[in-house]
């Protein structure tokens, strides 16, 4: 991971956001060949799966949302994790979380001594286990409460809880309470997707590990709506789709470069399940941190359109014309990160190279990802003069000096490189 920080900052990828300030805890900028590559990653995927794909559309939602689609998504009551603060250094941990870190301990056995002890170990001195704040080894923790993970923030001049609103923390919802809009105004049968790029903003307590886990990321999700009441060879449409999303998900990640053998399926298990999910399986990388979630693909059921039903107090329903009757479709939501998707790809083109003598790290990115702007050098052999060709035009310059033209009527044309000597 140090090797790709270090890469992405020299190479122009990737920055430490507001870094002559000091910077600003787990936010990144994209770097001039940071963001082509981040767009690039986008335009494939925006083009593989709404422009090439008859039951898919696209959509891009409003940030700021109203602030009852939090509460009807859920959002407001259980976005939250369970949260200590140490009384002593103030420092805040996910009460989950806080025994799978090294802690400091002072041991009363070896005349205060300090020492930092393995996550979950207890003291080889003292016998004692960690009670006490991990980081400063002094502080007591409070009792776990919880925080809710959502940017809070006012819409309007007055900050007065009337106009208090939220950051959306996925573009997920964004795509339901637009499913009527969609379906009314494009006629969809179904199934069909609805797909959306977008930022989101969760406030998480520990981010880290670059931009694995950033407060800030951008999303690349699709809503696929289903009719339960089908089957699709023998099972039901929600399975058979669920399924079908999972294989082309994996073959996306392979397609651009992902190799076979970093990628893996987890099936969640049943205590892990949302409560509205009827199964979550995630897609897994081995990233430089150790096996982690690229992608989920969960089937969320008809809860979204039923909880955005009951709040709007809208119908959130499809008429089965074949039998006669209105269903709340199931949801299948294949969901991407940009920046776990980026960060992937970075680790997996990512090789060093001994050539002649000379270590060398070179990225082996995808042709269509990567951040080129498809230009080659063309060196003169007699006067070792080169140009800088774009792809497209390479053919017809060829032809032109092989039919006899002068080097220097293609030299005026094309922008002059440097002597060669560095080719
Ligand atoms: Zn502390
Ligand atoms: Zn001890």
Not at 288 to 304: C, H, K, Q, V, Y
Not at 327 to 353: K, M, N, Q, T, W
């Amino acid at each position: 991971m140090d090797a790709l920080v270090s890469l992405s900052k020299r190479r122009g990828f990737i920055f430490q956001s507001s870094e002559i300030y000091g910077g600003a805890g787990s936010c990144w900028d994209y770097g001039p060949l940071g963001v082509e590559l981040k767009q690039n990653i986008k335009r494939v995927w925006w083009r593989d799966y709404v422009q090439r794909r008859p039951d898919m559309m696209g959509l891009d939602a409003s940030i700021l949302m109203h602030p009852t689609v939090w509460k009807a998504s859920g959002h407001v009551d259980n976005f939250t994790d369970p949260m200590v603060d140490c009384l002593e250094c103030r420092r805040r941990f996910r009460a989950d979380k806080v025994d799978e870190t090294p802690w400091v301990h002072y041991c009363p056995a070896t005349k205060g001594n300090k020492f930092t002890i393995s996550a979950g170990e207890p003291c080889s001195h003292c016998g004692v286990t960690r009670t006490l704040c991990p980081e400063c080894g002094k502080g007591e923790l409070t009792p776990p409460r919880q925080f809710n993970l959502m940017f809070k923030t006012f819409m309007g001049p007055v900050e007065e809880d009337a106009s208090l609103t939220y950051l959306r923390p996925e573009t997920a919802q964004g795509i339901f309470v637009n499913f009527d809009n969609v379906l009314q105004s494009m006629r969809r049968k179904l199934p069909f997707g609805i797909a959306q790029i977008g930022k989101a903003f969760r406030n998480e307590i520990t981010p880290g590990n670059f931009i694995f886990r950033t407060r800030e990321f951008e999303q690349m999700e699709i809503e696929f709506f289903v009719n339960p009441l089908e089957t699709v060879d023998g099972r039901p449409a929600d399975e058979y789709w669920h399924d079908r999303w999972i294989e082309d998900s994996m073959a996306w990640f392979r397609r651009y470069g992902l190799s076979e053998e970093n990628l893996r399926l987890r099936e969640h298990a049943a205590d892990e399940l949302a409560h509205y999910a009827k199964r979550t399986a995630d897609i897994e990388y081995h990233f430089p941190i150790g096996w982690s979630e690229l992608m989920g693909i969960a089937n969320r059921t008809d809860f979204d359109l039923k909880q955005h039903a009951k709040f709007s107090g809208k119908a959130l329903t499809y008429f089965d014309e074949e039998r006669k009757e209105h269903v709340v479709p199931y949801v299948i939501e294949p969901s991407a990160g940009v920046d776990r998707a980026l960060l992937a790809f970075l680790a997996d083109a990512y090789r060093e190279e001994e050539v002649r003598g000379e270590k060398r790290v070179v990225l082996r990115l995808h042709p269509e990802l990567a951040p080129l702007k498809g230009k080659v050098t063309i060196r003169d052999r007699d006067s070792m003069e080169q140009i800088g060709v774009p792809l497209d035009s390479l053919g017809s310059v060829f032809r032109e000096l092989l039919g006899g033209s002068a080097w220097a009527s293609m030299a005026g044309r094309f922008e002059r490189k440097g002597d060669g000597t560095g080719a």
